[in-house]
């Protein structure tokens, strides 16, 4: 079978999750490219959308409308070739109109898992439920006679487990989308010491036409890139709970989130990148993970503390900021959880003090936004960290510990076995989590 | 020299910003002025240099595509919106691609040759912004004929002008070529950076060639023997100048020496519906400019500056052999040796022409002929060139199309 022919019926279970639309997009953008290709001219292409709620999946169209007509607004020049053959379509507003059409005509939106029964290739994002995802591979696979391929974006659960679970010969394998799918450009290819060459080597050829940057890593449970955050996560928990002995537990917080974010030049900080992924997210990786850890606890009592609270993070339908640790107005955090009066205190009346506490920060500091365009990245980096180094602040000392922690992280990843290489642990942090550099550096020694 | 009945002066021209990207105060996801804004602006600041409405006779606005740029048509409409005064006095909208700007200033010249006015208040306008780029090149298209479009590229003009620099660059070499149009590119941002309408006034980039040349050419994103610094960039602008005769400069009480005369022109048509005889050419453009040469009574030698139609690079190159300042295939280099520049042997788009100043495009016309009557008169600012006593002349030349209508006219200091 040829990789045009896998992709004629394709289905996409949990599609209408966050982490499935993206795929869905994706992938029905390059079924719907191969459709136009002269060969297939004619061909029935299908993707199933396979979702348990129909609401969602209703809202789907919403969804796919508008990030199609931006893809296909950006290859205009192709489109035009490609429609070469249809007179009646002459302007580009015309033949962009019809590609979406065309494309949104390839998506079945069903609840029924029974639609995966024709499908040549299933992909996978349903929760991370290692017992869920056995069963539906279980039942798509007896039920579907052209033994399809299974591609899981699962984020932690050994691949292994699947295939041996649901009984699937090698015919499995972890393609780990970074959230979201249509924007980041990180893909973690995990195979298994089964897993069919053939369907390896489709899984690096669709990645190369989704532009995206394959790491490939390991099985073992949470891969490269979640077996970083959960134990960067867990030790930014630890620190705020640590300084909370001698302060409030919502300026402990603060004051971890900020280091981690201003003084270690990161996107976001911890706690934010917490709120973002979900906090029900992360404590169920952590413990989807944790069996598969011997020599480590990657738990958290105060992330089962702020789901008992029901504070959980994530995003809304629309793509906006939930409340978590932090809370959000416009995607912007304004206040901070407080776990002992179970309410939100605005950062104006705490940062101050905290700032404070946390001394001056170097004036070799550069924001992540300016460090992420630097030609001389490094270098500035270089100077900041050392000047952080000498730094007998608070937050330089909270900071250069984070960073050395970061890199025992990062290094233990390739030690382990995890990932190939330091070069791997970097490029998922740099590629999948926008970070201005890797884990694995010498900025802290 | 062709003698007119009696002397046409132009005075008193404003241009509006040139607004897009490139200008700090462009935001494409706020809402931006309309049409009738730029109109505005541009009209009155016309009027405040004429003592006001009631001096003028007649208004013409030249403009290309309002109609699906702004959903907009019948824009003669809007000049008495731009002052109470103009109210029911006779108007007129050309359209020409983007001549337009020009074919007002013919109409304005006309109405004042026959006698029929002593004062015309003209208008050049486009606001393109409204759409994105990939919606703006099928509009633009509309300056092609309509049965090129589905076979035309996706960003048509580009596509157009491309396949003239491809056929340049087979006859007389690439890199040659591209050596000249990138020489071209930096007199244009070095011009622009002197004007603070321009849409490059902002520019920074310290090596402007360097920029060009590390921009490499992909025909997959774009067309194939340009890239987008070839480009005039999307603007939304508007310009205005009055025409007027002896009489009209007395009753607006402008003194002679702050008018130009137009002392020459030509207008000329090219079939649309036929390729262009020779793409290496513009083959309209060659002829308009010797008979507006010949009417006017001069050579190009005695040509101080001229302000030339670049909506490309390569058409900043033909149009310097149309011309007949380089022979053909000799444009690249002569632009390339800096003659062009505004220190050079003749200066050409001294505020950065369609590249640097920018390219609303039914705007255009008057823009250039504001950009001359700045020059001669003496106050372009920091912008300024020194027109030298023995070559008092300027030059305009405003294309719509693909070399399709021409519009040159030659200007000299009244006075």
Redesign the interface.
């Known amino acids: 079978m040829t990789y045009d022919e896998r992709l004629q019926n394709v289905s996409i279970l949990g599609a209408a999750g966050k982490m499935g639309s993206g795929i869905l997009l994706l992938t029905v953008v390059e079924m719907m490219d191969l459709s136009l290709k002269p060969e297939n001219k004619g061909k029935p292409f299908a993707l199933n959308a396979i979702d348990i709620s129909q609401e969602a999946l209703a809202g789907l169209k919403d969804y796919l409308g508008p990030q199609v007509l931006k893809i296909a607004e950006k290859k205009m020049v192709w489109l035009r070739k490609a429609y070469d053959d249809r007179p009646d379509l002459i302007e580009n507003s015309e033949i962009i109109d019809q590609y979406v059409r065309d494309t949104l005509s390839i998506v079945r939106r069903v609840t029924r898992v029974e639609a995966a029964y024709d499908s040549h290739l299933i992909f996978e994002a349903v929760n991370e439920n290692k017992d869920l995802k056995i069963k539906l591979f279980s039942q798509i696979d007896q039920n579907n006679p052209y033994k399809p391929w299974f591609f899981t974006n699962t984020s932690s659960v050994p691949i292994h487990l699947l295939d041996k679970g649901a009984n699937l010969g090698g015919r499995v394998l972890g393609f780990h989308f970074y959230n979201p799918p249509a924007v980041q450009k990180l893909a973690e290819l995990i195979v298994t010491d089964s897993t069919l060459p053939e369907a390896k080597a489709f899984a690096l050829d669709y990645a190369k036409n989704l532009k995206k940057v394959v790491v490939p890593s390991n099985d073992f449970a949470g891969f490269i890139g979640n077996g970083h955050f959960m134990r960067d996560a867990l030790y930014g928990i630890h620190e705020a709970e640590r300084l909370s002995a001698e302060m409030p537990f919502c300026e402990a917080l603060y004051m971890v989130n900020k280091v981690t974010q201003d003084y270690l030049v990161r996107p976001m900080g911890i706690f934010q990148l917490i709120d973002y992924v979900g906090i029900d997210v992360t404590q169920f990786i952590m413990k989807v993970m944790n069996p598969f850890l011997p020599d480590e606890d990657l738990h958290s009592d105060l992330l089962d503390k702020m789901m008992e609270m029901g504070v959980r993070g994530g995003q809304f339908a629309d793509g906006s900021q939930k409340n978590g640790f932090l809370q959000y107005e416009k995607g912007k955090p304004v206040g901070i959880f407080d776990p002992e009066k179970k309410e939100y205190v605005t950062l104006v009346t705490i940062s101050g003090k905290c700032d404070e506490k946390l001394g001056p920060v170097p004036s070799s500091a550069i924001n992540w936004k300016t460090a992420v365009k630097l030609r001389n990245k490094d270098e500035k980096l270089a100077a900041f960290f050392h000047d952080l180094k000498n730094s007998d602040t608070l937050g330089a000392k909270l900071a250069v510990s984070y960073g050395r922690k970061s890199n025992e992280i990062g290094c233990k990843l390739v030690t382990s076995g995890v990932a190939f290489s330091e070069e791997d642990v970097n490029t998922v942090l740099l590629t999948g989590f926008f970070h201005a550099y890797g884990p694995i550096n010498t900025f802290f020694e | 020299m062709q003698q007119l009945r009696r002397k046409v002066y132009m005075a008193a021209g404003y241009n509006t910003i040139a607004m897009g990207t490139g200008r700090s105060e462009f935001n494409p996801k706020k809402p931006r002025p309309g049409i009738e804004h730029y109109i505005r602006e541009a009209g009155q600041g016309t009027l405040r240099q004429i003592g006001g409405a009631p001096h003028v006779d007649e208004g013409a606005i030249g403009n290309f595509m309002a109609s699906r740029f702004n959903k907009q048509g019948h824009l003669a409409g809007f000049i008495p919106m731009i002052d109470e005064g103009l109210q029911f006095k006779p108007c007129t909208r050309t359209e020409g691609a983007c001549a337009s700007g020009a074919l007002a200033l013919m109409a304005g010249i006309r109405s004042v040759l026959a006698e029929t006015a002593e004062v015309v208040l003209t208008v050049g306008v486009e606001v393109q912004n409204t759409v ?1 780029a ?2 703006g ?2 509009i633009l ?1 509309g300056a092609g004929w ?1 049965q090129k ?2 076979n035309g ?3 048509f003009f580009p596509g157009q002008f491309s396949d003239r620099a491809g056929a340049y660059y087979a006859k007389y070499g690439q890199e040659r070529a591209r050596k000249g149009m990138g020489r071209w590119f930096r007199n244009a941002v070095e011009n622009a950076r002197l004007c603070p309408t321009a849409q490059e006034y902002e520019n920074k980039v310290e090596d402007l060639e360097a920029f060009y040349h590390r921009m490499k050419l992909n ?4 067309v194939d023997n340009l890239n987008v610094l070839d480009c005039s960039k999307v603007t939304d602008g508007a310009s205005a100048i009055a025409i007027l005769s002896e009489e009209g400069l007395q009753r607006c009480g402008i003194p002679k020496d702050q008018a130009v005369e137009v002392v020459g022109w030509a207008q000329a048509e090219r079939n649309i519906t036929q390729d262009p005889p020779d793409l290496t050419e513009l083959t309209t453009i060659k002829k308009a400019v010797a008979q507006a040469l010949e009417s006017a009574g001069i050579t190009i030698n005695d040509l101080a500056t001229i302000e030339l139609h670049d909506c490309f690079s390569i058409a900043g190159v033909l149009s310097v052999e149309a011309l007949g300042f380089a022979s053909p295939g000799e444009g690249a280099d002569f632009i390339a040796a800096g003659h062009t520049a505004r220190d050079g042997k003749i200066p050409i788009n001294t505020t950065g022409g369609l590249i640097g100043w920018g390219h609303p495009t039914g705007g255009t016309g008057v823009h250039q002929a504001v950009t001359i009557w700045e020059q001669l008169t003496g106050i372009a600012g920091a912008a300024q060139i020194e027109i030298p006593k023995d070559r008092p002349y300027g030059m305009t030349i405003n294309m719509g199309g693909d070399d399709v209508t021409v519009v040159v006219i030659v200007y000299r200091r009244a006075g």
């Open positions: 994105k990939i919606y090149a099928d298209a309509y479009r589905k590229h996706a960003y025909g997959e994103t774009f």
